[in-house]
């Protein structure tokens, strides 16, 4: 349990960090925030306390797949950014979908 609710505290630190330096697609901040806010309120709740290992790893990975995903959305966006739409590594462009 307290690996999760320190996992989502961090994210959460991060993302307010984050916040200030980069720009997030509309909608995915508040996508962050709410898996985050979810998870964080689930972990105090007496459900939480009462499920087994396998629940609360299940609810790990779920958060964890959200807020990765969309981190991973964020640095592409960055690099976008950057670069100009591609990349130049090694003489060859690629292309970021």
Same mark, same amino acid.
Not at 26 to 37: F, P, R, W
Not at 78 to 88: S, Y
């Given at each position: &349990?307290h ?7 961090? &994210? !959460?630190?991060?993302?307010?960090? =984050? ?15 709410k ?8 972990? !105090?709740?007496?459900k =939480?306390?009462?499920? $087994? ?17 969309? #981190?991973m %959305?964020?640095a !592409?966006?960055?690099? #976008? %950014?950057?670069?100009? $739409? $591609? &990349? #130049?590594? $090694?003489? =060859? %462009?690629?292309l970021?979908?």
């Amino acid at each position: &349990m307290h690996c999760l609710t320190h996992y989502c505290s961090t &994210m !959460r630190n991060t993302l307010l960090e =984050a916040t200030y330096q980069y720009d997030f697609e509309d909608g995915d901040q508040e996508k962050i925030e709410k898996a985050l806010d979810d998870t964080l309120v689930w972990t !105090r709740s007496v459900k =939480a306390q009462t499920e $087994g290992k396998e629940e609360l790893e299940g609810k790990q990975k779920e958060v964890e797949s959200i807020v990765t995903f969309l #981190r991973m %959305k964020l640095a !592409r966006n960055l690099v #976008r %950014k950057i670069v100009g $739409g $591609g &990349m #130049r590594l $090694g003489g =060859a %462009k690629f292309l970021l979908a």
